[in-house]
């Protein structure tokens, strides 16, 4: 039978709640030594990523996030069947048992802050002008002026990536004293200046809400995001080379390279 | 303040837009299909000329902040870095590639431009 | 208000997705028969719904899935 795998749990007992995930199955543990597998059987691998399997999917693992410290698996990871699912228990042990460890008792918080990347260049604009001592030669070359332009362009995206990271580095300053673990993504779009993910203890967590409703008061035009509480997505480290490319996707890769060298007729590029 | 047990959030919209627009569709396996394959070369090719010039763009930026080029010098690269785009720009018309479709998704390792 | 609630459902599920389906545990080896596919992460809502040929129709492109169908 095959089954549907939620999370890896910190327990070998049995699940007490009457949980059910996708296809209305019921959730159950499958131990091996101190930890254990949440899984429910499914009859059929999922073709789509639709809206309720996503939820459905979500909702298990809240729910184990109650009473277990829960590694979060990937949505819609269907292991062939119970033997194949304790073979793979057996191989990562070690990696749950670690992570199990390091994750315990804490709570992933998402922040996320818009900012007006237009208004802000704007300024950056204005304030270079005005202190602008640039020689302007009208009888400067083609070549002069195409570099000139880069080039103001070039000081103002640096003076705006500048001005990004003193944002952060503040608003980092509060977060992090009550965070264990932070992952910062900078600019990940130009209005999306921080997009973040903060690892923090149980009791912690009011605090670090209100460190964000403090942060929340301060300059205007910045536009915020708190989500949480979650099970630690962003946290959990696999050191097994399959945590970062899975191995199919590693020999595509391959495939890929010698199937360009045939068409182009290259013995080696 | 909206909330929905795990987000809060004053502005929905303008954080649906931002993220939707971090989550471009760019994709990460280079199309080997063989019908479009001369296409996805022409790509991988443009992409990688993309990447030259646009670090040598930045070097030639940060020597012109240091003031360590001459005034030949800076004429020089002006022109070679002009030469450069306008052929790339070219070539993009020619593709009919946009420069968005000029990057690569390195995975873990993000986008490569 | 009720456009403003929609769209604070939309941000949950971007928010959810985001996580579900590109982070935590990641297992691979051949006991994994379904995995959901890197190319599905980067969608995003318009196309959550869709089954695979509408995904393709919308893309404008084949959808190079598991190995096999790219071969």
């Known amino acids: 039978m095959k089954l549907y795998l939620y999370g890896i749990i910190d327990s070998s007992d049995q699940i007490t709640d009457s949980i059910y995930g996708l296809e209305g199955s019921g959730v159950y543990n499958i131990p091996f030594r101190d930890i254990g597998a949440v899984v429910s059987q499914i009859s059929q691998p ?19 996030m109650a009473n277990f410290a829960v590694l979060p698996v990937r949505f819609q990871t269907i292991i062939d069947g119970r033997d194949s699912l304790l073979s793979m228990m057996q191989s990562y042990y070690k990696d749950f048992k670690d992570n199990l460890r390091r994750l315990h008792n804490k709570l992933e918080f998402g922040i996320k802050v818009i900012w007006p990347a237009d208004k802000i260049k704007e300024n950056i604009i204005k304030t270079f002008r005005n202190g602008k001592q640039g020689k302007v030669e009208s009888d400067s070359s083609l070549s002069k002026k195409f570099i000139k332009e880069k080039f103001d362009k070039y000081k103002i995206d640096k003076e705006f990536e500048a001005k990004a990271e003193r944002f952060i580095k503040v608003m980092d300053i509060f977060f992090s004293r009550f965070a264990a673990e932070k992952k910062l993504e900078k600019l990940k779009t130009k209005n999306l200046l921080l997009d973040a993910v903060y690892l923090v203890e149980k009791d912690k967590q009011n605090d670090f809400r209100e460190a964000f409703e403090h942060i929340k008061s301060g300059p205007p035009g910045l536009k915020y995001l708190f989500s949480g509480p979650w099970p630690a997505y962003n946290f959990v480290v696999l050191s097994k080379k399959s945590g970062l490319l ?6 595509v890769l391959f495939d890929k390279v010698t199937q360009c060298q045939a068409l182009v007729g290259a013995d080696s590029i | 303040m909206i909330t929905n047990g795990i987000v809060e959030t004053d502005s929905p919209e303008e954080f649906i837009e931002e993220i939707e627009r971090a989550q471009n569709v760019l994709p990460k396996k280079i199309d080997a299909n063989p019908k479009t394959v001369e296409k996805g070369l022409a790509k991988l090719v443009l992409i990688l000329i993309e990447l030259i010039r646009k670090l040598l763009e930045k070097q030639a930026m940060r020597r012109v902040e240091a003031g360590s080029l001459s005034d030949e010098e800076i004429e020089r690269v002006g022109e070679t870095l002009m030469k450069l785009e306008n052929k790339m720009d070219e070539l993009k018309g020619i593709f009919g590639l946009k420069d968005e479709e000029l990057n690569l998704n390195l995975g873990p390792l993000g986008d490569l431009m | 208000m009720n456009n403003v609630i929609a769209k604070s459902k939309d941000v949950t599920l971007l928010e959810i997705l985001d996580r579900v389906l590109d982070k935590g545990v990641v297992i691979a080896g051949d006991m994994v028969i379904s995995v959901a596919d890197v190319d599905l992460i980067y969608l995003g809502l318009k196309v959550l719904l869709s089954s695979v040929e509408t995904m393709e ?5 084949p959808f190079i899935g598991p190995m096999q169908e790219a071969k």
């Open chain 3, 57 to 61: 129709k919308l893309r404008g492109s």
């Open chain 1, 246 to 251: 899975k191995d199919s996707e590693q020999t």
């Open chain 1, 46 to 64: 999922i073709q789509d990523v639709t809206e309720s399997a996503v939820l459905e999917h979500e909702a298990v693992v809240e729910k184990l």
